[in-house]
């Protein structure tokens, strides 16, 4: 059974203060990597997707993936209010249901950001 | 340009009672998906479409069923609901697989919101 796991949380930090979102994923043949954000009552929307080993930046977020550790994480910095979401991992699930491709994804974290 | 469209928004069904869940898209994408978003178990993967003509089933498929109707159009139906599909549904649509193992996202739809009594 092929897993995507992350902390449920809540995570909480201080305004202006780095959130650092981490997720683990199970299948070791696993191409493309994505964060999406959720709000309360929202559909999930994509903010980063990582295909390569390394960091890779836009705007306050950074997402960093390490295919050797099965890990792949979220950092915002500078954290807003306006960032307290559910913070989905979903990793692509190489020949999960028979297509190449289906996505899994992680039960999320909710994020919260203190004023 | 309105991405990924759902109806209804919201439903209130009896035990027994059948009705369908439309989605639609315009990004002239050939995959489509059907989530469900419960407490706790975040999204899984009810049936998927991997272009037109085709069906699949995910992880949690019983109880329901889909048609592709066309390119845009990608239905789900509850023959006979029950209380445990109380859920929030996704539609989702992407490109094609690419054949290099990049994967393009999924855009999701706003949802719909069922309560089976």
């Known amino acids: 059974q092929k897993e995507v796991e992350q902390n449920s949380g809540p995570l909480s930090v201080p305004e202006g203060a780095i959130a650092s979102l981490n997720c683990t994923y199970s299948?070791?043949?696993?191409?493309?990597f994505f964060w999406y954000r959720q709000y309360s009552g929202k559909s999930p929307e994509l903010i980063m997707s990582?295909?390569?080993?390394g960091d890779k930046e836009d705007g306050r977020f950074t997402a960093q993936l390490n295919k050797a550790s099965q890990y792949v994480s979220l950092l915002i910095r500078d954290s807003q209010p306006s960032d307290s979401a559910t913070y989905l991992c979903?990793?692509?699930?190489?020949?999960?249901?028979?297509?190449?491709?289906?996505?899994?994804f992680g039960k999320g974290t909710k994020l919260s950001v203190k004023p | 340009n309105a991405g990924v469209t759902q109806t209804p928004k919201f439903q209130v069904l009896k035990t027994g009672q059948s009705m369908t869940l439309q989605c639609a898209q315009d990004?002239?994408?050939?995959?489509m998906y059907w989530y469900r978003q419960d407490p706790g178990m975040g999204l899984r993967l009810i049936y998927y479409?991997?272009?037109?003509?085709?069906?699949d089933k995910g992880e949690v498929p019983n109880g329901y069923n889909v048609s592709r109707l066309n390119k845009r159009e990608f239905s789900l139906r509850l023959e006979s609901a029950a209380p445990s599909q109380t859920s929030v549904y996704f539609c989702?649509?992407?490109?094609?697989?690419?054949?290099?193992?990049?994967?393009?996202?999924?855009?999701f739809g706003p949802g719909t919101r069922l309560t089976v009594l």
């Open positions: 989702a649509s992407s490109e094609t697989f690419r054949g290099s193992g990049r994967q393009v996202w999924q855009f």
């Open positions: 299948d070791r043949v696993s191409q493309s």
């Open positions: 990582i295909y390569s080993n």
């Open positions: 979903a990793v692509n699930g190489g020949n999960y249901g028979g297509s190449q491709g289906n996505l899994i």
């Open positions: 990004m002239n994408h050939n995959s």
């Open positions: 479409s991997a272009s037109e003509g085709t069906t």
